[in-house]
T-cell receptor, first 117, second 107 residues
Framework: GAVVSQHPSWVICKSGTSVKIECRSLDFQATTMFWYRQFPKQSLMLMATSNEGSKATYEQGVEKDKFLINHASLTLSTLTVTSAHPEDSSFYIC?????????????FGPGTRLTVL | RKEVEQDPGPFNVPEGATVAFNCTYSNSASQSFFWYRQDCRKEPKLLMSVYSSGNEDGRFTAQLNRASQYISLLIRDSKLSDSATYLCAVNTDKLIFGTGTRLQVFP
């Protein structure tokens, strides 16, 4: 399957700082990428859909001014958690669809574990 | 009602057992269906896509019932290495996950 990378794999930061997470599709071009968040013992919750060259589409209850998404190229989307607080500590995972796959499979990055102190 | 529902388990089974997971979805317009496997503190990995005709990959068989809006995953001859959380996912314009079913295979 397609390969998606994510960086960093983990980050610890102080409350009030901003953290940027990168998601890259390595062997295909992704016009659409997705950002998920997973709290312990819970499922993946879609936060937003990242569209190359246009604004992201946020799910209900996700603050767009707090979780800034930029998808400036066909292989890179970034998620910036602004003014992070301890309740933002979570596992953030991006995914992308390979347009050559007809069944709309999504492939996931390895995730970023964010801990806010 | 949640869009995608799964029994959270855990399912504790001995090696060699056959185990089945079910997942129901509420949106009849859903277009594609998947089973993912997630190991502890890792990202989900695609296990199988689920097609209307059903499909099999080695010890794993997936079925889709559109009329009743559920998908299933059957694992035969369970191995210790099958221990993980199995997530069903349903796609309309976005991919929605169930809560996952934890499987623990013991010797």
């Amino acid at each position: 399957g397609a390969v998606v990378s994510q960086h960093p794999s983990w980050v610890i930061c102080k409350s009030g700082t901003s953290v940027k997470i990168e998601c890259r599709s390595l062997d295909f071009q992704a016009t659409t990428m997705f950002w998920y968040r997973q709290f312990p013992k819970q499922s993946l919750m879609l936060m937003a859909t990242s569209n190359e060259g246009s604004k992201a589409t946020y799910e209900q209850g996700v603050e767009k001014d707090k979780f800034l998404i930029n998808h400036a190229s066909l292989t890179l989307s970034t998620l910036t958690v602004t003014s992070a607080h301890p309740e933002d500590s979570s596992f953030y995972i991006c995914s992308a669809r390979d347009p050559s796959e007809s069944y709309n499979e999504q492939f996931f990055g390895p995730g970023t574990r964010l801990t806010v102190l | 009602r949640k869009e995608v529902e799964q029994d959270p388990g855990p399912f504790n089974v001995p090696e060699g057992a056959t185990v089945a997971f079910n997942c129901t979805y509420s949106n009849s317009a859903s277009q594609s269906f998947f089973w993912y496997r997630q190991d502890c503190r890792k990202e989900p990995k695609l296990l199988m896509s689920v097609y209307s005709s059903g499909n099999e990959d080695g010890r794993f068989t997936a079925q889709l019932n559109r009329a009743s809006q559920y998908i299933s995953l059957l694992i035969r001859d369970s191995k210790l290495s099958d221990s993980a959380t199995y997530l069903c996912a349903v796609n309309t314009d976005k991919l929605i996950f169930g809560t996952g079913t934890r499987l623990q295979v013991f010797p």
